[in-house]
């Protein structure tokens, strides 16, 4: 068999892919732990505080890399539902519902975040300001999608519903992104514009490092989560049997 | 398959769902009543200052809308479904997302075309001032259709499910903000004589994107929920 079909393969069956992520994950946890204790290291402590923002300032070391990461996680899902509806490669499925979750929580801290640094900088927890609405416009397509997938009684139908919101709703999530911006923008500019970040390196780093340890934490509990998911589902199979009389030995 | 059989097959469909549609006049009926009932409550809960209501109109009649059309899109495939009669659809070896669009047509003209019909009234009733009637009207007339294009998506994802009314608004609701946004900022620019265009241009744009995407998607959806 061609070498990349093989992988393919063997990616896409659950025993090899619970055997390898399990060796993979305490490396990821391992990744986050390390960037995450010297990124919110440099942001709390070594970086200073905002001539206008004071120490508030250093809410967006957490903020805008959970705000990053709900955005990815969600187009993230669509791409692997799409998979996952086309080649109908069960893993894909699985990792979509895993994803969703995660996204949501990421999504959640991203707006508590922001709007516990809107309060002493804005003077108020909220505003439908653009970002913070379809940052909540955002948070209700990943309800809506784990919604989906928990009203399904047969597992793999589910996921496959939820693949399919998934997609559409990443195909919306541009034109809500635009539209409400249009209707109504009272939001920082971005840091990270597209001439050059407008931001000193001592704060651009600790963002950075937290915005690269947020990316292992979502892989760490993905394939947690996956793994989890594939052992329920797969509880009744000969390799989960295989292998829980071999940790019982 | 021949284009003509495709024609013929898509005609049928319409003609029959009219026909269901007109044996279950009173069915309906609820949405379009829902509709006038929702609009009412409005003055009763902020109060009959005809300045208020004539600046949250264009919001409060397109809520509304978006509020029955998503009570009318429960049923959008129900009933095909239990009785067996969408199975025999996707066994016909018609495409399917043909079926789909033919289903959603005849939803939008028994529940759509309704909401744009009874606009003028909702109009009069929230005290829109006349320069915005026109403009509430063809934004309706735009923008219905794109409602029940993507609603059929969630109509067809939870058709399946026992109380797929509750989620199907969940569903659906995030993906209306586009619209609402665009129609409402149109007619209340054509109230203070500022340029709509601009709004209805896109509103066109996303009625062309989701007949050719939405049909498509809510086919795939309507495979799921027969597997």
């Known amino acids: 068999m061609n070498p990349i079909f093989l992988f393919f393969h063997k990616t896409g069956s659950p025993p090899w892919f619970y055997k390898y992520s399990g060796k993979l994950i305490p490396w990821l946890w391992a990744v986050f732990l390390a960037l995450t204790v010297y990124g919110l290291y440099l942001g709390l402590v070594v970086a200073p505080a905002d001539y206008q923002q004071g120490e508030s300032v250093r809410i967006m070391y957490l903020h805008v890399p959970s705000a990053w990461m709900s955005m990815m996680i969600y187009g993230l899902m669509a791409i692997m539902g799409f998979i996952a509806l086309v080649w109908r490669i069960r893993i894909m499925e699985v990792l979509v519902i895993s994803s969703a979750p995660v996204g949501a929580a990421f999504t959640a801290i991203a707006l508590i975040t922001g709007s516990l640094w809107g309060r002493p900088t804005w003077g108020t927890y909220w505003v439908w300001d653009a970002r913070l609405t379809s940052e909540l416009v955002l948070l209700f397509l990943y309800f809506g999608v784990i919604a989906l997938y928990n009203s399904f009684d047969e597992p793999r139908k589910a996921a496959r519903a939820a693949s399919l919101m998934s997609i559409v709703g990443a195909i919306n999530l541009p034109i809500i992104y635009f539209s409400v911006e249009w209707w109504n923008t009272l939001h920082q500019g971005s840091s990270m514009g597209s001439d050059g970040p407008g931001i000193h390196p001592s704060m651009l780093l600790p963002l950075l490092l937290m915005a690269t340890a947020t990316k292992f934490f979502y892989g760490a509990n993905l394939l947690s989560r996956a793994r989890l998911t594939l052992l329920k589902q797969d509880h009744r199979k000969r390799w989960v049997q295989d292998l829980l009389s071999k940790e019982s030995h | ?227």
């Open chain 2, 1 to 227: 398959m021949s284009k003509q059989a495709t024609g013929t097959a898509f005609v049928a469909l319409l003609r029959r769902d009219f026909l269901l549609a007109y044996r279950r006049r009173a069915e309906l009926l609820q949405p379009l009543v829902f509709l006038l009932v929702v609009v009412t409550l409005f003055p009763l809960g902020v109060g009959p200052s005809p300045t208020l209501l004539a600046n949250i109109a264009p919001g409060v009649i397109w809520i509304a809308a978006l509020l029955a059309t998503v009570l009318s899109l429960d049923s959008l495939f129900r009933s095909d479904f239990e009785d067996g009669t969408l199975e025999q659809m996707v066994l016909s070896g018609q495409s399917l997302a043909l079926i789909a669009l033919a289903r959603t047509v005849a939803h939008w003209l028994v529940a759509g075309l309704p909401i744009v019909l009874l606009s003028p009234l909702l109009a009069m009733w929230m005290n829109l001032p006349d320069e915005g009637l026109l403009i509430l009207i063809e934004s309706l007339a735009i923008g219905t259709p794109v409602l029940s294009l993507i609603g059929a998506i969630g109509g067809a994802l939870t058709v399946s499910l026992k109380r797929g009314g509750q989620l199907l608004s969940l569903l659906v609701f995030p993906l209306y903000v586009p619209l609402l946004i665009l129609a409402t900022s149109a007619v209340s620019s054509a109230v203070v004589d500022l340029p709509y265009t601009g709004q209805l241009g896109l509103m066109v744009s996303g009625l062309i994107a989701s007949l050719t995407l939405a049909p498509f998607a809510t086919a795939a959806a309507l495979k799921l929920s027969l597997s």
